[in-house]
């Protein structure tokens, strides 16, 4: 059987990077999901093909992770589709990186509201459904920034190190109803990001983990599914690095 047989899965912002390695790995293991994407409907179609293609059961929709009314609109479209909602991923993220000296009031607020703000929003709109079934998973993507940060993003940094802050309260707030909360935080993940950085920059990035390589969407994927199943039922408000070793506490 497969792990995530049964169940219905939101993922957002999962057209491209790690988003779509999580997608892409939960059809794999059997659930129904749905993701969000905020611009390209052209590329999320192409996405949700290649997921029907393979066998999976998928519906998208356009929607800003920072807008809390569209938010609710994507959780009521997944009930009335589905019946139920298993797992959630907020996985939906930007960067604006720069210095603090340069960092302007635009940078600052847009990037606690996709990263930040987005995982309350969805949490919020998801929790009268979850709290009903007296089960879910909700797994949120921080970073290891979020744990030891990063100069030129302390926008970055401080979004994803609130992650980690409201979902241990939540773990504590809701797991007497049968749900649980964790974080997973990626280290330097192989994506098309990843991919416009000068080679010296790279060399650096590895030159600091363990493993001495980058790891890549599948290996963050594999521990969602871990955490989105019935293996990790024991399993909440913990942190959970994907890092080849780069961040040890």
Do not use: H
């Not at 009314?69 to 139920?84: D, H, M, Q, S």
């Not at 990186?97 to 009031?105: I, K, Q, S």
């Not at 609130?162 to 809701?174: L, N, P, Q």
């Amino acid at each position: 059987m497969k792990l995530l047989e049964g169940k219905v899965a939101l993922i957002t912002g999962a057209t491209r990077g790690i988003g779509k390695g999580i997608a892409e790995a939960y059809v794999a293991q059997g659930a129904k999901i749905a993701f969000t994407y905020r611009s390209s409907a052209e590329k999320a179609k192409a996405f949700e093909d290649e997921l029907k293609a393979a066998g999976g059961e998928c519906i998208s929709f356009q929607a800003d992770a920072a807008d809390f009314a569209a938010t609710e609109g994507v959780i009521k479209g997944i009930i009335e589709a589905y019946g139920r909602l298993d797992i959630i991923v907020n996985n939906a993220g930007i960067t604006k990186d720069t210095l603090m000296l340069r960092m302007d009031l635009e940078k600052w607020q847009s990037v606690l509201d996709t990263n930040l703000n987005s995982v309350f929003y969805t949490t919020k709109a998801a929790m009268r459904t979850l709290l009903k079934q007296r089960s879910g998973s909700i797994i949120n993507i921080s970073s290891v920034v979020g744990l030891q940060g990063n100069a030129g993003q302390a926008n970055y940094a401080a979004s994803k190190a609130g992650i980690i802050g409201f979902t241990k309260s939540v773990a504590r707030e809701i797991g007497s109803r049968g749900i649980r909360a964790n974080v997973v935080a990626p280290g330097f993940i192989a994506t098309e990001m990843t991919a416009e950085l000068p080679e010296k920059e790279l060399a650096t990035w590895l030159e600091g983990i363990p493993l001495k390589r980058a790891g890549s969407p599948e290996d963050v994927a594999q521990l969602c599914v871990f955490l989105g199943s019935d293996m990790s039922t024991y399993i909440t408000g913990q942190v959970m690095n994907v890092d080849g070793g780069m961040v040890m506490a």
